[in-house]
């Protein structure tokens, strides 16, 4: 049961919000005209945007030159911050101050033949730029946008070119640094090897060792003991590179060792896993964007990764083992060599003593000199040919073409943007407007707010019946007021009832008119009596003269059955209000009208009595509160509700009887809930009228 009653509720409440819409329907699909009226104007008035692309490939500057490498394999690792510091470059001030220089663009962006400065050139061509990654690749595009195709495309060709040029300046300035590092190492290296040699000459000279060839003469223990410090020397240097290696590796858990893999080690199997899992790797961040963790494909990428990365421990696991097991090997060369060198130095050193130590030792020093010598030469000659022969970072995939479909203004788009926001500032100035109506809007408002009963609702445009007839569809809205106001007496004959309004211009005179006809047409006596002795109407509805009526009644001038008149309407009779003399605003004395409304509660079964508005005016009070009872009149839509509270709380104040209100003038075109009910009476009346025909052409 509650759940149906909220339900009831929830519909009840949206039915509301739909009624504010459906009663300023003009003003919605008005503001909605207007908006996208504007937004098609404004997209017609704008200038055609074309787009052109280009596309780069570019790849990261080779590591540090390291002179004293004996072999160095480099692998690029996947680096997620390379290709977002490349975005940037590219829109940055020095590529684009370049581009703006090489096209000339001051001169041709300035007008009436003036220089554009170059800030305002600078974020002209800055917001006309947007770099991004092409999706499942490593590839840049530039794009650029402007009101000539054929300026975008060069544009964009020019940025592809500055930036190449510029990573190619740079790679030739660092090689040029490094070059002239190199030649101030060997200029001081070839002093070394000059200091050596000059050295060992001093030796030989001092120990008297003589020199056949250039070289001393040795017997064959000291040649042997040579080559045996030349392999004990290039033994104790492998052994040493693969203990650090190993210690490296050791000191790695699994999480490191995987991550470190690419910088420790060049055996070709480890290098293409790696790049297998680099290459699932970007393949998972492409499809998490767009599919999210949950997706199949990215779980069968996760477990691919970690199937690799298994893959990889175990080669890492095996080249541990290896390089164990290789350290082990020149472990025991290295000790085997030292101990047979050691052996042969002893024999050496008891044949010969210690005269020709100082000779080997410079003469192993001078072997240093000479193969770091020999390094920078080598290093150096490399670095010549990659200044001469230049590895190009940038590669130009595709170069920008003139489109001549232009990308914006998208004329539908924005037309349909413009109905959705014309819509919804439609609708919102209709909340808006109707949160500041503080007018009656329906029955509900007049019981809720009011606390007065309903009795009757009457559509717009409703004229007096003696006009439509009494069979026209609206007169049922009166028959219906008039069976509620009977409901609200006891007494059924011998009432006056006194129909009031609190302003001027809602309907009162034809509402108390129509009521006094339809009761008139059920075979009652009634009297219409005009009290609004400052703006009577009702002696125009009928047609008939003003001249005598109540005034001259209270003013004792002409007796009440005088004043009274008959007219076309069978059962109806009239009292006019007569005219007012300036001199007698003050003609309804309380105690006349009371003698008045009681003499004709005896002759009539029904009087009606149309009276002044309530705000601003006493008659209506005087009136009111001699009537049996009070039906008030409110317009729909029209006058605030404070205004009508005030009215209200000077008749209860009075004591007056009101029996009910009745909701006049309703747009039942705006209001669904109106027009159903209006729709419902039309149609059975319609139906009820075509039955009489057919019954009287039977």
């Known amino acids: 049961m509650n759940d149906q009653s909220d339900q009831q509720s929830n519909s009840l409440h949206f039915l509301d919000y739909w009624r504010v819409i459906s009663s300023r329907k003009e003003l919605v699909l008005a503001v909605a005209f207007l908006v996208v009226l504007t937004g098609t104007v404004y997209t017609l008035l704008l200038p055609n945007i074309y787009a052109a692309s280009s596309r780069i490939s570019v790849s990261e500057d080779m590591p540090e030159i390291n002179p004293f490498a004996v072999q160095q394999n480099y692998m690029t690792s996947y ?26 663009l001051q001169v041709e962006w300035g007008q009436d033949g003036q220089t554009l400065s170059r800030d305002v050139a600078l974020k002209i061509l800055k917001n006309s730029v947007s770099v991004f990654q092409q999706r499942d690749t490593s590839l840049i595009v530039i794009n650029v946008k402007r009101d000539n195709p054929d300026e975008a495309a060069d544009i964009a060709n020019e940025i592809a070119e500055v930036y190449r040029d510029s990573r190619l300046d740079l790679a030739s300035r660092d090689a040029r640094i490094a070059i002239d590092k190199i030649e101030e190492s060997l200029s001081e290296q070839r002093q070394r090897v000059a200091d050596a040699e000059e050295n060992i000459q001093q030796i030989r000279e001092d120990l008297n060792i003589a020199v056949v060839g250039g070289e001393g003469q040795f017997d064959v223990g000291e040649v042997r003991m040579q080559q045996l410090e030349g392999d004990r020397l290039f033994a104790q240097r492998e052994m040493v590179e693969k203990e650090g290696l190993l210690k490296i590796l050791e000191n790695l858990d699994d999480k490191d060792l995987l991550e470190q893999a690419s910088y420790i080690t060049f055996d070709q199997s480890v290098m293409n896993t790696i790049q297998q899992i680099q290459d699932v790797e970007v393949q998972l961040s492409s499809v998490q964007e767009d599919y999210g963790d949950n997706h199949p494909e990215v779980k069968r990428l996760k477990s691919q990764i970690i199937t690799l990365e298994g893959t990889l421990k175990k080669r890492l696991n095996g080249l541990r083992n290896g390089l164990e097991t290789e350290y082990i090997i020149a472990k025991n060369n290295f000790e085997s060599l030292d101990k047979v060198l050691a052996s042969v130095r ?343 009228d075509e039955d009489n025909t057919e019954v009287q052409t039977v």
């Open 79 to 104: 680096n997620p911050y390379f290709l977002k510091t490349q975005f940037e470059i590219l829109t940055s001030k020095p590529i684009l101050n370049e581009v703006i220089n090489r096209l000339n």
């Open 346 to 688: 002893t024999d050496t050193i008891e044949s010969q003593g210690a005269k020709f130590r100082p000779y080997r030792n410079a003469l192993a020093d001078l072997e240093t000199e000479r193969f770091i010598y020999n390094q920078l030469m080598s290093k150096h000659r490399q670095e010549i040919i990659t200044l001469q022969v230049p590895r190009n970072p940038v590669d130009v995939i595709d170069i920008a073409e003139p489109n001549m479909r232009p990308v914006s203004p998208n004329l539908f788009l924005n037309v349909l943007l413009s109905i959705f926001v014309g819509l919804g500032a439609g609708v919102g100035l209709a909340y808006f407007i109707e949160y500041l109506d503080r007018s009656i809007k329906s029955a509900d408002d007049i019981e809720n707010l009011l606390k007065l009963k309903v009795l009757g609702l009457v559509p717009q445009k409703v004229r007096p019946l003696i006009e439509e007839g009494p069979d026209s569809e609206n007169a049922e809205s009166y028959r219906v007021m008039k069976t509620n106001l009977q409901f609200t007496n006891e007494q059924e004959e011998g009432l006056a009832h006194c129909v009031l309004s609190s302003g001027a211009g809602e309907g009162k005179s034809t509402t108390v008119f129509n009521l006094a006809y339809v009761a008139a047409q059920q075979g009652q006596r009634v009297l219409l009596v005009d009290a609004d002795l400052r703006r009577p109407v009702q002696h125009t509805i009928l047609g008939m003269s003003n001249r005598f009526g109540l005034t001259n009644v209270l003013l004792r001038d002409v007796p009440v059955e005088e004043a009274i008149k008959a007219t076309s309407v069978p059962n109806l009779q009239f009292l006019p209000s007569g005219r007012l003399p300036r001199a007698s605003l003050g003609v309804l004395d309380p105690k006349k009208i009371r003698e008045l409304i009681q003499s004709l509660k005896m002759k009539y079964d029904l009087v009606f009595i149309d009276t002044p508005p309530v705000v601003g005016i006493s008659d209506s009070s005087i009136i009111a509160k001699e009537a049996d009872s009070s039906i008030l009149v409110i317009q729909y839509r029209k006058y605030p509700i404070d205004m009508l509270r005030k009215a209200l709380a000077s008749l209860q104040a009075q004591s007056i009887n009101i029996s009910g209100a009745v909701l006049n003038n309703i747009n039942v075109m705006r209001d669904d809930y109106y027009y159903y009910y209006h729709s419902y009476y039309s149609d059975y009346y319609q139906q009820s």
